[in-house]
């Protein structure tokens, strides 16, 4: 459970101990913007070290902290770079593992893409759970929020609130009747990441499809992991919840929002966002937690 100290005069609260995996896993598949196919094994960490990718492809192995001070682009996914060394579309990963409470973990990858997938969670999740998660010998601090802070572009924005209680809320709004306006709410500390949030596949609009591909995008996409929606509907369905594309909005944001290291203790709302502004209201958080 996390909840805010709003008597204190401090701006980190002590949250429950960090966590590690048991045990590693590994998960291989394509990637969705390269089309190429990588092998990914998470491996537990030490203390304090968070979570982190290794390009085990690349000479010396460079590491790319899963840190917002590595955010290197945002189009159509989040990528994270150190030096010369990148790795791309990196939230889902990270959603699961911040989902399920994995403070600290290693993350082995022989490409520049985590893999696809399903375009969930689930898998990842499902991973992590038979791996299990070891408690570790270090609280995980937790920024508390004393002021709004929002970013915004046109009417699309993300704000984060001083709330008692972690909280993430998502809205979309889009002219496929089959999307339309759909609206979720996710508190960690009612409904678990596993069940309410994972299993929400990325989606695309069918129109958008050809366009994206010329420019080099979703080379790897296809009906077995992404949901596509056209003016006459859903082209594989079914869906896994009735607001599954704004329950992976959400997911995206859990993904992006865990480049904090740890969540802050505040209701963060979001409204027909994207990974740049996910990641700008990160970068801002840090400027005022780093000042606290």
Known sequence: MIRCDKQSPAWIHSSPRQRTLAHGFERSGVGLHSGSITQVRVLPAAVGEGRFFVRIDLPKSPVIPAHIAQLHQTRLSTELAQGSASVRTVEHLLAALAGMG???????????????LDGSAQDWVSAIAQAG?????????????????????????????PAPQLRFSYGIDFELAAIGQQWHTWLPEQESFERSIAPARTFGLAHEIDHLRTLGLIQGGSLENALVCSAEGWLNPPLRFPNEPVRHKLLDLVGDLS????????HVLAYKASHQLHTQLAQHLTQVFSLA
């Open 102 to 116: 994995i403070d600290n973990a290693r993350i082995e990858i022989d490409g520049a893409e985590v893999p696809l």
């Open 133 to 161: 998660t070891l408690l570790q010998d270090g609280d995980r601090s937790v920024p508390v929020l004393s002021e709004p802070i929002w970013v915004h572009q046109g009417d699309a924005f993300v704000a984060a609130l």
């Open 259 to 266: 480049l904090l290291g740890s969540f802050p203790c505040a």
